[in-house]
Nanobody
Framework: QVQLVESGGGLVQAGGSLRLSCTAS????????MGWYRQTPGKQRELVAI???????NYADSVKGRFTIARDNANNTVSLQMNSLKPEDTAVYLC???????????????WGQGTQVTVSS
C-alpha cells in the first residue's frame, strides 16, 4: 500500500501564508503525478494544483498567482506554498498521488487524510 501524510495546515489570517507538505511512503516504483485538492462541506472536491512527471504544473484559476506547487522527487514529497490566503480558501486540503508500485503496472490513485486550512477574515 501507498500512504500519504500531509502536514502544514492550520489557522491563518487573510493575507497570510501556509505551506502544505505531502510525503508518499510505501512500495513506490515511480510517481506519475501528485496534486492537491480541497473540499468544503456541501461542495465537491476540486483540484487546486497538480504537478506531473515532466514538472509541468496546473492550477485552479482561483489560486493562480497565489499558490505554488513543487516536488521533491527523491523524497516523494509535494508541497503547496499558499500565499495571500483568502477566507474562501478555507477547506480540507487533500494530497493525491498517482503512483506505480512496480515496473509495468498502471498508475493508481492514493489519497491522504487531509489537512485543515482555515483562513479568518
Amino acid at each position: 500500500q501507498v500512504q500519504l501524510v500531509e502536514s502544514g495546515g492550520g489557522l491563518v489570517q487573510a493575507g497570510g501564508s501556509l505551506r502544505l507538505s505531502c510525503t508518499a511512503s510505501g512500495s513506490i516504483f515511480s510517481i506519475n503525478f501528485m496534486g492537491w485538492y480541497r473540499q468544503t462541506p456541501g461542495k465537491q472536491r476540486e483540484l487546486v494544483a497538480i504537478i506531473i512527471g515532466s514538472g509541468s504544473t496546473n492550477y485552479a484559476d482561483s489560486v493562480k498567482g497565489r499558490f505554488t506547487i513543487a516536488r521533491d522527487n527523491a523524497n516523494n514529497t509535494v508541497s503547496l506554498q499558499m500565499n495571500s490566503l483568502k477566507p474562501e480558501d478555507t477547506a480540507v486540503y487533500l494530497c493525491r498521488c498517482n503512483a506505480v508500485r512496480w515496473y509495468g503496472a498502471a498508475g493508481r490513485d492514493y489519497w491522504g487524510q487531509g489537512t485543515q486550512v482555515t483562513v479568518s477574515s
